[in-house]
């Protein structure tokens, strides 16, 4: 007897992985380019043509399938099934009426949900967090995204924001203008989004490797760190105590077994998470315990894998 299995969407910024999934295996999936520039309804054409192209690779027949599911990077009402904000792409997801396209196109029930909630139901049934009752997810990357799991159930909210918003909890006192338009999130402080003016800002006037740069990811501030650069190794320190200040705002938040992080900046995870670790140890209000952080263990796929136990919620 087979499991449920899903058409799955995973919509990130620059990309949109689509897959046919079933329990916790990818059966087939191909990559859209989808980097915001023809909008949500210009994407969906592509999405729907490479659906059916993983349908054929994986060989599973349409009929076979419970519902289509969407990872969204942004504010979405699951209940509702619509995006309810977005962030400066696919702005004109808000005006669509998503569930009616998929609907025609496929002939299955659709669903979505916010990417990082769905990362979170992923690695709570198939990975970092497997076994938890309670949990919390931070991806760190070109924004900071979150999500939380409370007694079994993914936390959710008649207006979305619920646990996805944990980026933008403020953690610097008057700190930079976030793109949210509050000041000092941990966003503003912290992500790839904001690194350029994070660098020049902890630089103290003197020149460093990167200081012309109007953009610049994570994985070159570690290759100038390892260079000797002072600025760099300064605006890593920032981030740092800025991820740790969040960490332990999200555990006096939910209460989690477990913090999973996602996200690119996790491939040096190494250099990161024991730096938290340490700051969680001594800082978070846990008496008696110290709640462990994990890097998450599906990488890209999780939040695909999450369409399984979404569709176990949801139909
Ligand atoms: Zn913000």
């Avoid at 690779?57 to 969204?72: G, W, Y």
């Avoid at 846990?286 to 890209?300: I, Q």
């Amino acid at each position: 007897m087979p499991g449920l299995t899903a058409l799955a969407i995973d919509l990130g910024g620059s990309h949109a992985a689509c897959a046919v999934v079933r329990d916790g295996t990818i059966l087939a999936s191909r990559s859209v380019p989808a980097d915001g520039t023809s909008g949500m309804a210009g994407l969906l054409p592509a999405l729907k043509e490479t659906l059916f192209e993983v349908l054929r690779t994986a060989q599973i027949n349409r009929a076979e399938c419970s519902a289509v599911v969407l990872a969204f990077c942004g504010i979405v009402s699951a209940r509702e099934k619509r995006v309810l904000a977005t962030n400066a792409k696919f702005n004109d997801a808000t005006r669509l009426d998503l569930e009616g396209w998929f609907k025609q196109a496929f002939g299955l029930p659709f669903l979505i949900e916010n990417d990082a909630r769905l990362a979170l139901l992923g690695e709570h049934s198939f990975g970092a967090a497997r076994g938890t009752q309670d949990a919390v997810m931070v991806t760190l990357g070109s924004g900071i995204g979150g999500a939380a799991l409370l007694d079994g159930r993914l936390l959710q909210s008649k207006h979305g924001l619920a646990g996805t918003i944990g980026g933008h909890m403020p953690v610097v006192l008057g700190g930079r203008l976030c793109s949210c338009g509050n000041r000092g999130c941990a966003e503003a402080e912290g992500s790839t989004v904001f690194l350029p003016e994070i660098y020049r800002q902890q630089h103290g006037g003197a020149e460093g490797m990167l200081s012309n740069r109007k953009t610049m990811g994570f994985a070159e501030l570690f290759a100038a760190i390892e260079a000797g650069d002072k600025p760099a190794i300064a605006a890593l320190e920032h981030c740092l105590r800025v991820w740790s200040a969040l960490t332990v705002a999200l555990i006096h938040a939910y209460d989690p077994e477990v913090v999973v992080f996602g996200g690119s900046v996790l491939k040096r995870e190494a250099e990161i998470l024991p730096r938290l670790q340490e700051h969680v140890a001594a800082h978070a209000w846990t008496p008696g315990r110290t709640v462990p952080l994990r890097p998450a263990a599906l990488g890209s796929d999780a939040a695909l894998l999450g369409a399984i136990p979404l569709m176990e919620y949801s139909l």
